[in-house]
């Protein structure tokens, strides 16, 4: 996959994350760099989704462990890069044999899994900006 194909389904995520309701990107650059490294996209506060814009093109995600699992068997693109709970985390090679769709369910899935744990009071906050 060349890189414009890459740089495509990188920005293509990044509306994807971003569309979601209350999400939130904040970017992080390294300690001398003025370009970001990563974009975190958090719900409420509370991160589910990390998008690598520089080095290799991968998102991390929130995961049910048992599925984390099979994923992890099925795809080669699929495994773990960040200090983060590999039990509850995965990370998504953009340049691997995970199709596109494949990659959104999963966004959708981290989305709902940071949702799923957000107190009575954050819920009814964020069913408001919707």
């Not at 904040?26 to 998008?51: H, N, Q």
């Not at 992890?72 to 200090?83: D, L, N």
Request: proline share 5%.
């Amino acid at each position: 996959m060349g890189d414009l194909q890459l740089d495509d389904r990188t920005s293509a995520l990044k509306s994807v994350l971003g569309a979601k309701p209350g999400a939130v990107g904040e970017s992080m650059t390294a300690s001398r760099g003025s370009r970001p490294l990563v974009l975190i996209y958090k719900v409420m506060g509370k991160t589910f989704a990390i998008l690598a814009v520089r080095g290799t093109p991968n998102v991390i995600l929130k995961c049910d462990p048992h599925l984390a699992e099979v994923l992890r068997g099925h795809y080669r693109g699929v495994g773990h890069r960040s200090h983060l709970d590999p039990r509850f985390w995965i990370s998504v090679d953009l340049d691997s044999d995970v199709p596109e769709s494949e990659v959104r369910r999963l966004v959708d899935h981290s989305y709902d899994q940071v949702c799923a744990g957000l107190t009575r009071r954050q819920k009814a906050e964020l069913a408001a900006m919707a």
